[in-house]
């Protein structure tokens, strides 16, 4: 599978699964647009990379129609009507459980996103109808998937916490023993969900057979999500958030995702003037920009319903002009901010049109809950467990609220023409990589599969540790690092040159003369595609 694919006249995709790109392309070839690429895309990927993603997980989408107006998809759940602080507190938990019925918390919103993109594809002129979308992911589920080195690793990695979880050992363990990279895995009760959405709709998920049958399992193993919160669930179209940095329009989702502290990170950068590439000034730069603006998120993004801060605001000129100056060009600001976890995937595509798709799907922690339902294959996702138990938190846990989402596909409008869809996995990792790739392609001119192999850096805390730092792979020049060091940053040299901690990062780009290219991450198992 090519990393990196230009001069497409029809259509690109990129995923983190080669066969989810495969998939995507074929799509393309039998003239569906890119959001039909993406929805086939979509179900794949789930099938394919279960430990990445899954359909009881949620999702969110922007789409640049031909017509340039930038629309976003929001399928994030709410928690069930029995998740409250009482519920986990007389089952005797200080805070919410990251694994088990207890943490499967969230009614999934991935479908309801699903369903909102195939209606803009039907309204921009899209035919493929959904079986055909989703014959390749039943076909993945039924006959046999590979498993990857990822999936293979995190199995072992996560196996202690994950074996006894209600379904977990009979879909993703291979005689009770954890897969080995190659070997084949099926979803076979997964695969007929699909199968039965295809022909009774997605709307079935929430408020039909399969609907029903999700409900019944969650009872049954002690979730707090009833068949009345399926019922009840929509997907929503929102405006995305916007900013201007260096002469071009950038966008990202609203809340309850992470987009905002995105879209700070490189309106802040912008400002600091940086002239090169990979120097100091670069990669010190948006580390300090990326600690100022996790701190407005962390004060600011929650369920949407619950935000009296004015956004528009956090991206006026005035706003980023104050928070730009606060940043020491040569000193490293104290940084003790939590750090947050996540496993997901970005995927992105592009077509002859002017339609660009730039989608993020998750299941929070690898493998999300571990809870995977009998009836459906469904395997359910903790991002739940991000709630807090405290009443004054800012994304404190009650029935029907949205938690707070680090998901955020991004998307920009450049001024040379071209619009630009990326974004990758990662937790907090994803802001930072956006910003990696924007920088080192937008605004330094780097090429596009030489800006996904680069080096890329993480600031944040790792699983179970109470320290704090700056962890760079060890491809960064010695001298760099160095000077990092010297200005207060508390680095930590990976020894992995290709390092999963970093994301799986891809873009699609659309230029003015409607040639397309687009790439994916080395460190990921797909590529890119087209047509």
Excluded at 388 to 415: C, I, M
Excluded at 422 to 433: E, N, R, S
Aim: aromatic share 6%; with cysteine.
């Amino acid at each position: 599978m090519n990393r990196y694919t230009s001069g497409h006249k029809r259509g690109v995709v990129a995923a983190p699964h080669a066969a989810a790109v495969a998939d995507g392309r074929a799509i393309l070839s039998e003239g569906g647009n890119a959001i039909e690429a993406m929805i086939a895309m979509a179900a794949s990927i789930a099938a394919v990379y279960p430990h990445m993603n899954h359909i009881g997980g949620d999702g969110f989408w922007l789409i640049r129609e031909p017509s340039g107006r930038v629309r976003a998809l929001m399928g994030a759940g709410r928690a069930g009507a029995k998740a409250t602080a009482r519920f986990y507190r007389d089952a005797g938990h200080d805070e919410i459980p990251a694994r088990g019925p207890h943490a499967a918390l969230t009614v999934p919103g991935a479908i309801a996103g699903w369903s909102l993109a195939q209606e803009a594809a039907e309204a921009l002129g899209g035919k493929m109808p959904l079986d055909l979308l989703l014959a390749p992911a039943i076909k993945h589920a039924r006959e046999g998937y590979t498993v990857t080195r990822s999936q293979a690793a995190l199995t072992q990695d996560k196996l202690a916490e994950l074996k006894d979880v209600p379904g977990f050992a009979k879909v993703f363990l291979a005689d009770g023993k954890v897969p080995e990279q190659g070997a084949k895995l099926t979803q076979a009760a997964f695969a007929a969900t699909l199968e039965h959405l295809a022909h009774a709709g997605l709307d079935d998920f929430y408020r039909g057979d399969v609907g029903r049958e999700i409900a019944a399992d969650l009872e049954r193993i002690g979730s707090p999500v009833t068949r009345a919160d399926l019922e009840a669930y929509r997907g929503w179209v929102a405006a995305p958030l916007s900013v201007q940095a260096g002469g071009h329009t950038l966008y990202n989702a609203p809340p309850p995702t992470q987009g905002l502290a995105s879209l700070i990170i490189l309106a802040l950068f912008s400002r600091l003037r940086v002239e090169k590439a990979e120097t100091f000034e670069h990669i010190h730069g948006l580390v300090e920009a990326t600690k100022r603006a996790f701190r407005v998120r962390d004060r600011v993004i929650t369920d949407p319903d619950r935000i009296s801060v004015d956004l528009d605001r956090l991206l006026s000129p005035a706003f980023l002009d104050e928070q730009a100056a606060k940043i020491d060009p040569r000193k490293a600001a104290q940084w003790p901010a939590p750090y947050g976890e996540g496993d997901t995937i970005w995927m992105g595509a592009a077509d002859a049109s002017g339609l660009v798709v730039s989608y993020i799907q998750s299941i929070y922690w690898e493998f999300g809950s571990g809870c995977v339902l009998p009836a459906t294959g469904v395997l359910m996702q903790n991002r739940g467990a991000s709630f807090s138990l405290e009443s004054g938190a800012v994304n404190a846990l009650a029935p029907g609220r949205r938690p707070f989402h680090t998901l955020n596909p991004a998307l920009a409008a450049l001024k040379d023409g071209r619009v630009m869809a990326y974004g990758t996995m990662g937790g907090d990792g994803q802001p930072q990589t956006q910003a990696a790739v924007f920088t080192r392609h937008v605004l330094f001119g780097q090429p596009l599969e030489e800006t996904l192999d680069a080096p890329r850096w993480l600031l944040g805390r790792t699983w179970g540790s109470t320290h704090t730092n700056l962890r760079l792979e060890s491809r960064f020049d010695g001298n760099l690092i160095d000077r990092m060091m010297s200005a207060g940053h508390d680095v930590a040299v990976l020894d992995d040159g290709y390092s999963d901690t970093m994301g799986h990062a891809g873009a699609v780009i659309l230029h003015p003369n409607g040639t397309i290219e687009g790439g994916h991450d080395p460190r990921a198992d797909g590529g890119a595609a087209g047509v």
